[in-house]
């Protein structure tokens, strides 16, 4: 029973946050831990990388995200599930008196 809500819990969590959202998220991890200081580390250099943050910066999202998703699996990372969305609002907002 705990298997199904989670499941539920990660398809709910997917249907709220944004394609630009996911997609930065993909490729803030990989920068963050696909990264070393090795001399065979390509990090932020890599060429499937840099075209899917290009994808995603002209708004085809989900071809980003697809490319994100796959670069991940094939460097043996778990995908992570998507970001919950801020609950705290920005400095701007008018909970803020600004």
């Not at 298997?3 to 394609?19: D, G």
């Not at 708004?59 to 697809?66: C, N, Q, S, V, W």
């Amino acid at each position: 029973m705990e298997i199904v809500a989670l499941l539920v819990a990660a398809q709910l969590a997917q249907a709220t946050v944004s394609p630009a959202a996911r997609c930065a998220q993909l490729v803030a991890y990989y920068d963050r831990y696909g990264a070393s200081r090795s001399n065979n580390s390509d990090g932020r250099r890599n060429h499937t990388r840099i075209a899917a943050e290009f994808d995603c910066q002209r708004g085809d999202y989900h071809k980003g995200i697809a490319t994100m998703e796959d670069l991940l699996r094939r460097k043996a990372f778990t995908v992570p599930p998507p970001a919950v969305p801020e609950t705290v609002p920005p400095l701007e907002a008018p909970e803020y008196g600004v």
